[in-house]
């Protein structure tokens, strides 16, 4: 009998756990209560300390959807996506925006991929136009 064993690239693990973790901080008012469920998550803190201006981008490159509006997951998967595109900028615009696709469509509704690639086109269109 044949036994399929499906190996996630660890980068794509690792990016999941940080959506998970600002989505299920997003539940959470009291900020000294925001434990997020992976710990070993540095990506995740980094998000956070850049959380304000990458909402400000958000509200930029989404303006008719104020971000209360926004699924949470959406917005989670957005926040990192952003915090990859204009502060790490580690990995190739593409990558980023297909991973946050990718994401969209394992975790958000049946059009969340195609909002956030919008959103994170938008973003990448203005970067470029610099």
């Known amino acids: 009998?044949?036994?399929i064993s499906i190996i996630m690239d660890p980068r794509h693990t690792n990016?999941?756990?940080t959506v998970q973790n600002l989505f299920a901080?997003?539940?959470t008012a009291d900020e000294s209560k925001k434990i997020p469920p992976h710990k070993k998550n540095t990506l995740f803190l980094d998000v956070r300390a850049h959380e304000a201006e990458i909402n400000k981008l958000i509200s930029k490159y989404a303006p008719k959807f104020p971000l209360d509006r926004i699924?949470?997951?959406d917005l989670s998967i957005l926040q990192l996506a952003l915090y990859e595109l204009t502060v790490l900028k580690r990995d190739p615009m593409k990558v980023i925006i297909n991973e946050a696709v990718e994401l969209a469509k394992e975790l958000g509704n049946d059009r969340s991929f195609a909002f956030v690639n919008a959103v994170l086109g938008s973003v990448v269109e203005d970067i470029e136009s610099k």
């Open 1 to 3: 009998m044949w036994q």
């Open 15 to 17: 990016r999941l756990h």
């Open 25 to 27: 901080i997003s539940f």
């Open 71 to 73: 699924a949470r997951i």
